[in-house]
Nanobody
Protein backbone atom coordinates (compact mmCIF):
# COMPACT_ATOMS: atom_id res chain seq x y z
CA UNK A 1 0.00 0.00 0.00
CA UNK A 2 1.24 3.46 -0.83
CA UNK A 3 2.49 5.64 2.02
CA UNK A 4 2.11 9.40 2.30
CA UNK A 5 4.36 11.86 4.16
CA UNK A 6 3.22 15.47 4.54
CA UNK A 7 5.43 18.43 5.30
CA UNK A 8 5.38 22.20 5.10
CA UNK A 9 2.97 23.14 7.85
CA UNK A 10 3.77 25.81 10.36
CA UNK A 11 2.84 29.10 11.93
CA UNK A 12 2.08 32.13 9.78
CA UNK A 13 0.38 35.48 10.16
CA UNK A 14 -2.87 36.26 8.37
CA UNK A 15 -2.22 37.18 4.76
CA UNK A 16 0.84 34.98 4.58
CA UNK A 17 1.57 31.89 2.52
CA UNK A 18 2.60 28.28 3.06
CA UNK A 19 3.19 25.37 0.72
CA UNK A 20 2.34 21.86 1.86
CA UNK A 21 3.97 18.82 0.30
CA UNK A 22 2.84 15.19 0.24
CA UNK A 23 5.44 12.71 -0.87
CA UNK A 24 4.08 9.37 -2.03
CA UNK A 25 5.93 6.07 -1.94
CA UNK A 26 4.84 5.06 -5.42
CA UNK A 27 3.99 6.41 -8.86
CA UNK A 28 0.23 6.45 -8.57
CA UNK A 29 -0.81 9.79 -9.99
CA UNK A 30 -1.97 8.16 -13.23
CA UNK A 31 -4.51 6.00 -11.45
CA UNK A 32 -5.39 7.91 -8.28
CA UNK A 33 -7.44 10.82 -7.06
CA UNK A 34 -5.26 12.90 -4.80
CA UNK A 35 -6.53 15.39 -2.30
CA UNK A 36 -6.00 17.64 0.66
CA UNK A 37 -8.39 17.71 3.60
CA UNK A 38 -8.30 19.58 6.89
CA UNK A 39 -9.68 19.24 10.37
CA UNK A 40 -9.99 22.12 12.78
CA UNK A 41 -10.41 21.56 16.54
CA UNK A 42 -13.94 20.45 17.34
CA UNK A 43 -14.91 20.18 13.68
CA UNK A 44 -15.25 17.39 11.17
CA UNK A 45 -12.63 16.75 8.53
CA UNK A 46 -13.45 18.65 5.35
CA UNK A 47 -12.32 18.65 1.76
CA UNK A 48 -9.91 21.37 0.71
CA UNK A 49 -8.98 20.35 -2.83
CA UNK A 50 -8.79 17.27 -5.03
CA UNK A 51 -7.06 16.40 -8.29
CA UNK A 52 -8.11 13.36 -10.31
CA UNK A 53 -5.92 11.19 -12.51
CA UNK A 54 -7.63 12.82 -15.48
CA UNK A 55 -6.65 16.28 -14.35
CA UNK A 56 -9.96 17.48 -12.96
CA UNK A 57 -9.49 19.78 -9.98
CA UNK A 58 -12.01 20.70 -7.32
CA UNK A 59 -11.75 23.25 -4.51
CA UNK A 60 -13.83 23.99 -1.47
CA UNK A 61 -15.59 27.33 -1.86
CA UNK A 62 -13.75 28.66 1.18
CA UNK A 63 -10.34 28.33 -0.48
CA UNK A 64 -11.10 29.10 -4.13
CA UNK A 65 -8.80 31.75 -5.49
CA UNK A 66 -6.39 31.39 -2.57
CA UNK A 67 -5.20 27.75 -2.65
CA UNK A 68 -3.72 25.79 -5.55
CA UNK A 69 -3.31 22.02 -5.72
CA UNK A 70 -0.65 20.63 -8.02
CA UNK A 71 1.39 17.50 -8.72
CA UNK A 72 4.98 16.82 -9.66
CA UNK A 73 4.91 13.46 -11.42
CA UNK A 74 8.69 13.17 -11.51
CA UNK A 75 8.91 13.55 -7.74
CA UNK A 76 5.70 11.63 -6.92
CA UNK A 77 4.71 14.62 -4.81
CA UNK A 78 1.45 16.48 -4.31
CA UNK A 79 1.46 20.14 -3.29
CA UNK A 80 -0.95 22.65 -1.82
CA UNK A 81 0.05 26.27 -2.24
CA UNK A 82 -1.86 28.37 0.27
CA UNK A 83 -1.92 32.15 -0.16
CA UNK A 84 -3.79 34.92 1.65
CA UNK A 85 -4.16 32.69 4.66
CA UNK A 86 -6.85 33.47 7.22
CA UNK A 87 -7.16 32.48 10.88
CA UNK A 88 -10.07 30.20 9.90
CA UNK A 89 -7.63 28.17 7.80
CA UNK A 90 -6.03 26.94 11.02
CA UNK A 91 -6.29 23.15 11.06
CA UNK A 92 -4.43 19.90 10.65
CA UNK A 93 -4.07 19.29 6.94
CA UNK A 94 -4.12 15.73 5.60
CA UNK A 95 -3.04 14.32 2.28
CA UNK A 96 -5.29 11.61 0.82
CA UNK A 97 -5.07 9.19 -2.06
CA UNK A 98 -7.81 6.97 -3.47
CA UNK A 99 -7.15 4.31 -6.09
CA UNK A 100 -9.04 1.08 -6.76
CA UNK A 101 -10.35 0.14 -3.29
CA UNK A 102 -7.56 1.86 -1.36
CA UNK A 103 -8.13 5.02 0.65
CA UNK A 104 -4.90 6.18 2.27
CA UNK A 105 -4.25 9.11 4.61
CA UNK A 106 -1.08 10.84 5.64
CA UNK A 107 -0.23 11.66 9.24
CA UNK A 108 -1.25 15.30 8.95
CA UNK A 109 0.59 18.58 9.28
CA UNK A 110 -0.47 21.49 11.48
CA UNK A 111 -1.17 24.89 9.96
CA UNK A 112 -1.73 27.78 12.36
CA UNK A 113 -2.67 31.25 11.13
CA UNK A 114 -2.57 34.10 13.62
CA UNK A 115 -4.77 37.21 13.27
Amino acid sequence: QVQLVESGGGFVQAGGSLRLSCATSGNIFSIATMGWYRQAPGKQRELVATSTSGGRINYADSVKGRFTISKDNAKNTLYLQMNSLKPEDTAVYYCNVRYYVANVWGQGTQVTVSP
